[in-house]
T-cell receptor, first 115, second 113 residues
Framework: AQSVTQLDSQVPVFEEAPVELRCNYSSSVSVYLFWYVQYPNQGLQLLLKYLSGSTLVKGINGFEAEFNKSQTSFHLRKPSVHISDTAEYFCAVSPPNFGNEKLTFGTGTRLTIIP | DAGVTQSPTHLIKTRGQQVTLRCSPISGHKSVSWYQQVLGQGPQFIFQYYEKEERGRGNFPDRFSARQFPNYSSELNVNALLLGDSALYLC????????????FGPGTRLTVT
């Protein structure tokens, strides 16, 4: 079994400030890791994913995340946020080669950008 | 190019009724997955269909069923609706079953009263 914990349900950040959204996972097997973003009244969009290789993953919209196996974490970062980054962010985990069937999402972090 | 489309956008049903939700995938995508997103929680996997066959099922009761048509569109059916079925139902399409590049539709908001 696997699980995802997003400790921060809400994160307010001033515009142009850096942000880190935390994600920790629990799994007895190796995992694939994902971050999705959900803008108001829209579906989810894949920001980035870690399947293998370099532990630093770069995604769309200037976001990046680092896989830390020893700390079982996959925190999402952006050096300078914009108003348009206001959205809900979901971390997700899956064992390899199961497709979507075993994709487990966290409860989400609402990022609010303060002008 | 059109993205994933879902209909209807919103739906209000009464307990005990049945509902059908529809999804059209991106052109060329053969896999469709359904998720339930209860308010304040992350999406939960319900079904995956590929080439009209069920390829995966989440931990949902038999009241939930789905099918995929020859044009790869899909329907999700929920029978004997409960208040707890109130949620945003998301459809996602991808090229194949192990393709993690999923593209989500905007969802159907189902309210059961």
């Amino acid at each position: 079994a696997q699980s995802v914990t997003q400790l921060d349900s809400q994160v307010p950040v001033f515009e142009e400030a850096p942000v880190e959204l935390r994600c920790n996972y629990s799994s007895s097997v190796s995992v694939y890791l994902f971050w999705y973003v959900q803008y108001p009244n829209q579906g989810l969009q894949l920001l980035l994913k870690y399947l293998s290789g370099s532990t630093l993953v770069k995604g769309i919209n200037g976001f990046e995340a680092e896989f830390n196996k020893s700390q079982t974490s996959f925190h999402l970062r952006k050096p300078s946020v914009h108003i348009s980054d206001t959205a809900e962010y979901f971390c997700a985990v899956s064992p390899p080669n199961f497709g979507n069937e075993k994709l487990t999402f966290g409860t989400g972090t609402r990022l609010t950008i303060i002008p | 190019d059109a993205g994933v489309t879902q209909s209807p956008t919103h739906l209000i049903k009464t307990r005990g009724q049945q509902v059908t939700l529809r999804c059209s995938p991106i052109s060329g995508h053969k896999s469709v997955s359904w998720y339930q997103q209860v308010l304040g929680q992350g999406p939960q996997f319900i079904f995956q269909y590929y080439e009209k066959e069920e390829r995966g099922r989440g931990n949902f009761p038999d009241r939930f069923s789905a099918r995929q048509f020859p044009n790869y569109s899909s329907e999700l059916n929920v029978n004997a609706l409960l208040l707890g079925d109130s949620a945003l139902y998301l459809c996602a399409s991808s090229l194949g079953t192990l393709d993690y590049e999923q593209y989500f539709g905007p969802g159907t908001r189902l309210t059961v009263t």
